[in-house]
């Protein structure tokens, strides 16, 4: 008897930034009690990823502390890196294959959705290569002063250097199908090249471009979609299980 395996026709990353079993843990007893269970814990099956940091100037010692960038980085490709880096190897920085890129290799289709930017670290990290989680658009590619004191600085990556550009520059090529979050602010600036923006950088690339929801009705099932809901992040709208809100 030949036993067929059940195939899954789609796969969906859900993401919740920062959070640990810690954070599920603190969650289930508030809602539940130590005894009850949250829907995570009905799923069939559960594992558990360790995420490791390594010295940007020597990658063979260890970092207690991570971010946003490394850890996404190592859940989009399998691969250790120090902090800030999408997807790129620390101090080589090479390019990290990702899991979205191999599903476009095999003819899947790919997206991408977050309540943040879509230029965001942890979105970023599956699709883009950059030294630095901060080189958001074209603006920020070369000296860019950032939360004060922090200068960031990507010139390496610029197209100018033979590099595949900004994170929003990136994503405006790529083959991504859907691209839904907020960044509008780093694609309604001038592209690199200055000839254009990087939302019509994006329109050349066949996506089509939308600022409200209600818009998606008129794209057609075929092409490709990119949402920008906001300046940055989405607002941030906290709600609990049967639309327990927060105290």
């Known amino acids: 008897?030949?036993?067929?395996?059940?195939?899954?026709?789609?796969?969906?990353?859900?993401?919740?930034?920062?959070?640990?079993?810690?954070?599920?843990?603190?969650?289930?007893?508030?809602l539940h009690g130590a005894q009850g269970k949250t829907i995570l814990d009905t799923l069939p099956i559960r594992s558990a990823v360790q995420v490791l940091t390594v010295s940007e100037s020597d990658p063979k010692m260890p970092i207690y502390v991570a971010d946003s960038a490394n850890s996404a980085t190592a859940l989009a490709t399998g691969n250790i890196t120090s902090i800030g880096r999408i997807a790129t190897s620390a101090k080589t920085d090479q390019d990290f294959t990702t899991i979205v890129e191999l599903a476009q290799k095999s003819g899947l289709k790919t997206g991408l959705?977050?309540?943040?930017?879509?230029?965001?670290?942890?979105?970023?990290?599956?699709?883009?290569?950059v030294s630095s989680r901060g080189c958001e658009g074209p603006e920020q590619m070369v000296?860019?002063?950032?939360?004060?004191?922090?200068?960031?600085?990507?010139?390496?990556?610029?197209?100018?250097?033979?590099?595949?550009?900004?994170?929003?520059?990136?994503?405006?090529a790529s083959s991504?199908?859907?691209?839904?979050?907020?960044?509008?602010?780093?694609?309604?600036?001038?592209s690199e090249n200055g000839q254009q923006s990087v939302t019509e950088?994006?329109?050349?690339?066949?996506?089509?471009?939308?600022?409200?929801?209600?818009?998606?009705?008129?794209?057609?099932?075929?092409?490709?979609?990119?949402?920008?809901?906001?300046?940055?992040h989405l607002p941030v709208r906290m709600q609990g299980t049967d639309g327990r809100v927060a105290e």
């Not at 991504?176 to 001038?190: A, H, I, Q, R, S």
């Open 1 to 30: 008897m030949q036993v067929c395996q059940a195939q899954a026709n789609n796969v969906i990353l859900i993401i919740g930034d920062g959070m640990d079993d810690q954070q599920i843990t603190s969650a289930r007893n508030y």
């Open 113 to 129: 959705v977050t309540t943040a930017a879509i230029t965001d670290a942890t979105p970023a990290s599956f699709i883009a290569h």
């Open 143 to 172: 000296q860019f002063e950032s939360h004060g004191d922090l200068v960031i600085d990507c010139h390496q990556d610029t197209k100018k250097e033979g590099g595949l550009g900004s994170i929003s520059e990136q994503l405006a």
């Open 176 to 190: 991504m199908d859907v691209l839904l979050g907020g960044g509008k602010k780093f694609f309604n600036t001038p």
């Open 201 to 232: 950088l994006a329109q050349q690339n066949s996506f089509a471009v939308i600022d409200e929801l209600s818009q998606a009705d008129g794209v057609k099932q075929d092409q490709k979609l990119l949402g920008l809901f906001a300046k940055k």
